[in-house]
């Protein structure tokens, strides 16, 4: 349900901190939060062609020292998570210069780590000096609010966008450059702008449309401009005006590109069904004592169901999972995807229909 009490869809201006106090108490599902790095940079930087680097060198970005930098972070992670969801989510990204000491922070209070994630930029910047590695990564932690947080994961929708493999945490994307990256005066506007594929990756992962999603570091916008096309809710908090006025402007020339909902819906059904014991089946009548079952459409491999909801395939008796896993050699077996019956025109129809027309018959509309 979305909170009346929430100025959604807009970028708000001033210190994070004050207006984070302001949210009601659990009302934000996911937060995507890309804080001041703390580079601690003592001197220019120059390339072997002596033209200057334009590094990040921002006032934002300046503490007098780690402990500053600590209090400032726990400020803003301890009210991101007063108003996060119990079932909503965090990402926090940064370099080796913060991520380490923001990790720590999380886990001080309270946050539950899910995964970290590795942006490994296709077109870094290279080390001009030539005396370190070239950092070509920033590091992602995802988290929940609690151990037992049941947070949003679309599994199968980042298995697609990996070409049918399971999405990795080592994510190969580029930099934001060409005519994604918003500059004024022919420079870039903002030193740190993130891709839009990262926040698309991220959003289409781990919300659902219609969900409210808060950047208490703004900038110039990116994750609301990904939000806005992917049909979220959205909430920017940023304290430098210059860059309100550009992610202003960005988000105002984003027109919808489709006018079906059901194009934005990704979440994993299966993943989030309701649970229905295989006895069930058998008490409703969907499938009864005696009727057979085959094993992967092979009506060679025949299991027998009994009384008590059991399999029986030969010698063996099981559950329909510990019965398929029997057959494939002890290798972990789903029995719904496994098991087909016979429907009353002779065809081989998976058992797992019928989960799906039990619930529709049996559950009210608050059971399910």
Not at 47 to 62: I, K, M, S
Not at 292 to 321: C, M, Q, T, W, Y
Request: a neutral charge.
């Amino acid at each position: 349900m979305v909170s009346k009490n929430l100025p959604l869809d807009q970028i708000l201006q001033g210190d994070c901190i004050d207006i984070l106090k302001s949210f009601p108490d659990e009302s934000i599902d996911l937060i995507f939060a890309d804080p001041p790095y703390n580079l601690q940079l003592n001197q220019k930087l120059w390339r072997p062609n002596q033209t200057l680097v334009d590094g990040v060198d921002d006032a934002w970005d300046q503490f007098p020292d780690y402990a500053a930098y600590d209090k400032f972070s726990s400020d803003w992670l301890s009210e991101c998570r007063r108003v996060l969801k119990e079932q909503g989510a965090i990402w926090v990204i940064g370099s080796y210069h913060n991520i380490y000491r923001l990790g720590g922070l999380m886990q001080d209070l309270g946050y539950w780590f899910l995964n970290d994630v590795l942006w490994v930029k296709t077109n870094p910047m290279p080390n001009f000096r030539g005396v370190r590695f070239t950092n070509a990564h920033e590091t992602l932690i995802w988290a929940c609010k609690q151990k037992n947080s049941k947070y949003t994961f679309n599994y199968h929708a980042m298995k697609n966008l990996n070409d049918g493999l399971q999405m990795r945490s080592d994510w190969l994307i580029p930099l934001c450059t060409g005519p994604e990256r918003i500059k004024k005066d022919n420079k870039k506007a903002h030193s740190t702008q993130k891709p839009e594929a990262l926040l698309f990756r991220i959003i289409v992962s781990t919300s659902n449309p219609g969900d409210i999603i808060l950047d208490p570091f703004f900038g110039t916008g990116t994750t609301g401009a990904v939000a806005k096309k992917l049909e979220r809710h959205w909430i920017g908090i940023e304290q430098q005006a210059e860059y309100v006025k550009l992610a202003q402007d960005r988000l105002d020339s984003i027109q919808p590109q489709a006018n079906d909902p059901e194009i934005f819906k990704v979440m994993d059904i299966k993943r989030n069904q309701k649970r229905v014991p295989f006895g069930r089946l058998i008490e409703a009548g969907l499938l009864a004592p005696g009727q057979p079952l085959f094993f992967e459409r092979d009506k060679k491999r025949v299991a027998i169901i009994r009384a008590d909801s059991s399999l029986k395939f030969n010698d063996f008796i099981g559950s329909i999972h510990q019965t398929a896993k029997h057959i494939a050699g002890n290798k972990p077996a789903n029995g719904w995807q496994r098991w087909y019956f016979l429907d009353q025109k002779g065809d081989l129809k998976s058992i797992d229909e019928l989960r799906s027309i039990y619930l529709d018959r049996y559950l009210t509309d608050e059971e399910k």
